[in-house]
């Protein structure tokens, strides 16, 4: 079993900043890749950044946030600056997982989501 939970979303005006972190647990061998995505109203899901080697941003967030992680703490972080109103959003955390050994399967998995809203 493995559990992603998410924190640090919240309302914030435009311009303000706020940092989501993702806490991956469980029986984890290794976590191959985590990442960001966020779902706007009436919008599809899209991915907003990835960790997986040189870290990749969709092109609206370029330059404001940043993606980091810590292995140490199975953890991920989005640091989101200069927010702006098109931002508003639920964030999903995603992990690629490998569980149990190193012949373990390997899945996708999801946290619950945060709410992050912009607006005045």
């Known amino acids: 079993q493995v559990q992603l939970v998410e924190s640090g979303g919240g309302l914030v005006e435009p311009g303000g900043s706020l940092r989501l972190s993702c806490a991956a647990s469980g029986n984890i061998y290794r976590i191959n890749n985590m990442g960001w995505y966020r779902r706007a109203p009436g919008k599809e899901r899209e991915l907003v950044a990835t960790s997986e080697g040189t870290p990749k941003y969709t092109d609206s967030v370029k330059g404001r946030f940043t993606i980091s992680r810590d292995n140490a703490k199975n953890t991920v972080y989005l640091q989101m600056n200069s927010l702006e109103p098109e931002d508003t959003a639920v964030y999903y955390c995603?992990?690629?997982?490998?569980?149990?050994?190193?012949?373990?399967?390997?899945?996708?998995?999801w946290g619950q989501g945060t709410q992050v809203t912009v607006s005045s």
């Open positions: 995603h992990a690629e997982i490998r569980v149990r050994t190193w012949y373990g399967p390997v899945s996708d998995y």
